[in-house]
């Protein structure tokens, strides 16, 4: 068989380059934020099957596919899956780029006989299986029926290894194993051919049917021996490599093809081998690929920059696909770069080896070698000398704002940005970069997107590593060799903190290189740093240091406990001579600093925020006096009026201790039930376990009323709400309620559904009950240790008439809330509610505790001492003025209503987290008022947790804090589904994705995403549509969500409400006046930005006149009022002399405006119908809406739970009347969009003579603004006024001027007095000369 030559020819080259070139305006303007939520996307829609088709009659090949392949063809293509949108998308680019490019392939199919495959809310969508004849021949094709497929698949095999966390269903891993079938199937075919003929073939690709090749793909380079595009998301929970093409030899192509079902059962295995429980990840595909070929296959993989864009049966194309996160390699002629970082920092005290293996696995390598990294060196050795210390003799980090650079390093800098332009690039100056890291940190090149951290990998030795060359250092080598060790991993830790920090171990690498590159590989990549090669087994083997296997230091590995050998015994093993001085017992000291310290290390406790080293002796040594740097306890002043009580809470007796996380707030309790002063707890403890543990050891639901008067709740029939009985009843919850005021004949009791447990507070350390309250509320831990799940809920809560919406399915509610976000905790965040914050519109603990202050005026009960709560939130505030990382959290305002809290026990790391932060908590509200909420913030802002990335920005309710690991710990339910609305459980599932309890159900893949429709309105001359796009679209779609827009302009030129002002007669749209071409152009830049025209209406007026309604009422006005225009009086009134004629003009304007509206929005609950779900918000706009920032959904909610918002315009000259409201936009929920989407049918029947009897004038009825107010009160809508800094814009003209060039200028100006908009550079339109302009 004669092999096919390369074809290397040029014109394929620049194709690719000029795909790249085209797609940087996509990519780049739109800034989609793609995350692993568009996997399960593509995963739950790939497959679905209806009945079987024919083929039988179809006609043969195309003419343009030839009728035998020659004997020695060298190459085939195999396609597999579902033929969606075949003929009109994917065939005529398959044509092209992938037939075209390889004419001589044999071409194989394998495919699923479907008619009709249900989509997008269970609408079907025809599938013509027979178009794939175009491709083949009919022996060369393959089409197998959903019984075929079970005949052979047992799916159910695959069910128990379902994504963990994710939204993955049983028909999700099913789709996928029918796509496993498919690939099998089609190389199955490709093989028989070739046993037939007695040839092999050697190269093939493996493609999908249903996506659209954007550029020539050429698979005859034999340099190109495995070639997988690159990933087209950020890694989330889940992290692989590409699964939709592949092509190269047929060696690693039969890898990729047919070893999949063959080796599932070995991955799940080898995560349990490879990764803790907590971040396995089931049969995962994308997962499952990296592992295939990297582990299973060793394959040397080829990462291109593919752009395939998936089609689906309705035809609709994904060109977000295209949006994919790997720079091309070795082409400067070439700019694209996407949401790559550049390179990474590599610091530890022995990082040859390690930087090595990043080269000959992933391509990453330092510039120039030698020459930079000694530049470098240099630099480095020149800025410790600047700060009066060299390697070996340092006492802490780099002070980077102290540094000065010098001409090594302006070399070195050089070198790393002209190899930026080609290539990733790899820093690596060991020991001495852990120490100057700071300094370099600002200067490298970065990632194009500026909130990217930059990428770290910290590799940690052994501490016996730093005793081999000690016999350089002299007498006092061994306390020289450890005192380095411990300060430099400090200082290491500390330098790369806020970065995105992949962490390695020298030892684990000796010990077990392949693994310890394929985490490596998986941490970078979750960094943003994607590799063009990947090759793990190739790489090892020619990094000659890690042929010999693990050191030493492996056999001196700590065991469990951190129980180690001792010293003379280690130095025996690592020294290659004996050592002849006895070792000092301050070596002693520092060689258990030292081991105690690498235990940490391994277990990552020494890599969370406030870690401290637990050091009985100086670091110090040397002429240096400068102690070692430790965080600052600050013990203030406690104002509690029971400050004097002790603290019963000793936590000494346990084998984990737990303590309080280190702060300048506070200094360190210990919490537990040791000692005699928690004896009363702790047998409470033992009798409730006894009794309960084994019934109620799933979840336990638990609150507590302490008091007489409480006592009367339990006494009192139908005091508590139904659902408490339905939960127990239905789902046989174990409520608990903690209970004092009243003896009972038993201290454990059922009543009222409840099993309520009598305190003696008297045994309790606090006079005050709220105090005692919280002792109870803040140890689920402590008191039901044996419980995997625990939920706090306030007794209160439980009362009929609060109609709270208590959940019936609790855990139904902790799944959601707790387990499918990950998190060891979940709160409910503080809602902008007047029982929060009173009037004020920001939620912050100031304004928290000012509500609380003044409710005391009602409650003088509400806490115990307001002048130590108003002391206690100044002492807060001061402690976090600086900018600390504990008072960055601080200042993000994580308050929460901790009536309602959720526990995760399962996990020793989420036991020893909660209880951590609740002994915190605990001390705080020891030391201070007992109103926990206002202490919340500074305890869990000293945990050492930071607000996950996803969580930046709207994401389906989900705000995330996650560890230094990125683990995450703790999610924030949204305050719009706080129990003040009266919707806490339905709004909770709903709004996190799951159905909510009798509530109408949709199918679950129509809750993925928030969806907003833009109604806009107007004339043409005045359209204003470029700002609405980037700053308001382009924001919103980035955040994923789903926008429609809705358009309908006027070409006729309306008369002006004010003709007499100079320039609206001048305006012009921003986007051109063609009528004709502007609707293709609108849908062109709302696709790129994944945005869609659903009705785009350009016509010459709005036919009013032949409106019954309107008929009807202008024949009642002519009756009533002969003499005067039918339109003077409806729907506003303004009999003044100088105003009648400017008020008819305004009617019949406002009545055109509204009745588009209508027209719009009939159609947009038109396509609600059709598509099977509703919009979640819509914005209604004017047609000269100029937006001057990016409008944030997100925030805009945070400002408070309303039907629909409005800008305040409070500052506005002249003020709104107490009875207007802001007209200029309205964004609804959907519940109440109906009222103004309709607001032109509402108009003619509101009483607006009821509105004008409010007012009190004679001549004067309701404005437009006032009418909008009336109609609101009338239909029981909630109005928020925000600030124009929460809805940027302001309604604006675009003049154009005699020159013919155009200004902009503010035609309707509005500005609020809180969270102001900066309007400097546009001026207003009244404050122009426009007689002098165009004079």
Known sequence: MAPQAPNKSKPHLSGLAKWLLSLIALCVATSIRLHSTLQHTEKQTDFAFGPRSNPHGTEGRADHIANAKSEDSSCALLFFGLARSFVDKAYPEIEKHI?????????????????????????????????????????????????????QRNVETFHPYIPIPSRWKTRDMDNMIRQWHSIDKVWNLMTQFESRRSIEFDRVAILRLDVIYTHPIRIDDRDELAVIPTMAFVPGNWNGLNDRLF??????????ASHRFDN???????????????????????????????????????????????????????????????RPSSDPSNPFISRTSKGVFVIGMNTTVLAGLLSATMALDTPHSEISEGNVRKQDEEWLEQQGMTFHNFTHGIDENKTIIGSYGKRALKDYNDWSATSLWVMNDPPKLGLTLRSWLPLLPKSQVARMKETVLFSYSHPVESLVPIHIYGDDALEKGLRNWIVYHREAIAQSANTCRVVSSDTELLQDPVKQAFLIQDGLSRCSLFSRRLDIYGGINSVRDLSSGAGAAHDLDPQKGCKFIPLESALDSVLSSPYQLPASDRAHDLYDIAMHFYCDLKSGEALKTNYTIKSAVSLEWGSDEAKPKEPTHVDPTCLSPEKEKPWILDGSCSDTKIASFPSEARLERSCGFCGDAAAYLRTLRDEIAAKYKERCSDLVVYGAALGKDYVQWLDTPNMFDLKVKQAVEQHGTCIFTFFSGAERSSPFLVEDHQIVIHIDSTRLPYLHDRRNVKLLKLNPGLLFPWAQRIIWQ???????????DLPVDYRQHFEVTTEKPGVCVSFQSLPAHKFAIGQASAVTLRNHCDAIIKAAKRRPTVSDDLSVLSNQCDHYYNIHEKDTPESVIFRQEPLIDSAFMAFDMRRESCRMYIGRLFCSWLDEIHCYSDRDQVSFSTAFSSSGLHLARASEGLSKGLTIYEDSDGSPMVHFTS???????????????????SPAQNAPRVPSDQNKKIRVSLIVAGTLQRFLFKSTVEKVIAPLTASEIEVDYYLSLSTSKAKAYRADAGYTGHAEPDIGSDADSIPTLIESMLSQKNAHARVISIKQDIDIDSDEMLQDHRARAKIEHPNEDPDQRFPVLDMRSFALKRTVVANRNLLKLHLAVQYLWREAVRHESE?????????????????????????????????????????????????EINDHILISKRSS????????????????????????????????????????EEHGIDAGRVGQGLIPFQRS???????????????????SVQDPMVTDSIDQCKNIDWTAVFQ
Request: proline share 4%; aromatic share 12%.
């Open 99 to 151: 037939l075209g490019e390889n004419p001589t392939c044999e071409v194989f199919v394998h495919t699923y006989d479907v008619k009709n495959e249900e989509q997008d809310a269970g609408s079907p969508r025809t599938i013509n299986t027979n178009d794939v004849f175009r491709l083949t021949t009919r022996s060369n094709i393959l089409i197998e029926t959903e019984d075929d497929f079970r005949e």
């Open 247 to 256: 092509y190269g030899s047929r060696r690693f192509a039969e890898i990729w």
């Open 264 to 326: 599932a059962e070995g991955y799940i295995q080898w995560q349990k081998w490879a990764f803790p429980t907590s971040k396995r990840r089931g049969l995962q595909s994308e997962g499952f690929m990296r592992y295939l070929l990297t582990i299973h296959g060793r394959v040397p993989l080829t990462i291109k920059p593919i752009c395939i864009k998936r089609v689906r049966s309705t035809g609709k194309v994904l060109d977000s696909d295209c949006c994919i996160l790997l």
């Open 794 to 804: 306030d007794v209160k809560l439980m009362k009929r008439r609060m109609r709270n």
């Open 975 to 993: 305050p719009v589904c706080h129990w003040y609305n009266h919707l806490f459980s339905t709004c909770t599932l709903t709004v996190l994705g």
């Open 1171 to 1219: 598509s099977g779900h509703q919009y979640d918000y819509v914005l209604f706009m004017r047609d000269d809406s100029l937006w001057l920032s990016k409008f944030d959904l997100a925030k805009l909610l945070v400002a408070g739970d309303h039907d629909v918002y409005v800008p305040a315009c409070d500052a506005r000259s002249p003020p709104l009347h107490p009875q």
């Open 1233 to 1272: 969009a109906d009222v103004f989407g309709n607001y032109y049918s509402t108009l003619f029947e509101t009483d607006t003579q009821k509105c004008m009897r409010r007012l009190g004038f004679k001549d004067r009825g309701c404005n437009s603004e006032m009418l909008l107010k009336f109609v609101m």
């Open 1293 to 1311: 003209m675009q003049v154009k001027l005699p020159d013919g060039s155009s200004k902009v200028c503010f035609h309707k100006f509005c500005q």
